[in-house]
């Protein structure tokens, strides 16, 4: 069994994937964390145990681990507790992991391991060219060329983020549930802050997408995954597919190019591993 991470700054997303058998890659779990940076190796093996127990699924049975961090600050705590209740070294996504993805930007050792993921997933799933959204803590949009190769993209303040930054910053304004508005002419302080939040975030979407489309050509296909993606995708104009799992996709393909290419993270032998 392969045990998958995707570390955001708000959630972590862990998943389960079969190695061998029938249902080789097929997604077997998902469960869905708070991200907490004082959470303590024991804390995550606790809990992860627990979640695969529950799934009938036994420590022994997981014969590889792969993580997308964009938390750097507990990488170490992921690797501890991997090493510690697992005897498995992660692969972590970073510079030097082979991932078939050619990365075409200023600085490639600064894009984010999640956006790598996506783009892998997307490109296998969908080819190219293709522009994925992934609606997390902030909005990002990955462009994958026609050659399967990451052109760069773009990073937008999310929802939440923007819905936070008005209750903090404006002192009569509440916070508010993210949904589709009713109506677009809001009658009460609530319907104005939802009706403002979600159509604009929508504006802003399709507006970064037009214009990257009229770069990369009509055949473009925009993917979204996260969150919101669902929310959003109902009123995009450009928004053809929705994946929810498209990141974890993309992290057991990397995984499994790592292992056929026999660049596996080798296994910890410690008497002290659970």
Known sequence: MLLVLNVNNTNTVIALYPLQGELAGELRA??????????????????????????GVESKAITGIVIASVVPPIDWILRQFCERYFNQKPLFIEPGVKTGLQILTDNPGEVGADRVANCVGAFHLYGGPCIVVDFGTATNFDVVSSQGEFLGGAIAPGMNISAEALFSRAARLPRVEIKRPPKVIGTNTIDNLQIGLFYGHIGLVDGIL??????????????????????????????????????L????????????????????????AK
Not at 212 to 237: F, P, Q, W
């Open 210 to 247: 037009n214009r990257m489309i009229d770069e990369l050509g009509s055949g473009t296909k925009c993917v979204a995954t996260g969150g919101l993606a669902r929310l959003i995708a109902s009123e995009s104009k450009y928004i053809s597919e929705v994946n929810d799992t498209l990141t």
């Open 249 to 272: 996709e993309g992290l057991r393909i990397i995984y499994e190019r790592n292992l056929a290419s026999g660049v596996r993270p080798r296994t910890r032998k410690s008497p002290a």
């Open 30 to 55: 998902t469960w869905r964390i708070s991200t907490r940076h004082a959470q303590t190796a024991d804390e995550y093996g606790i809990l992860i145990r627990n979640l695969l127990q529950i799934e």
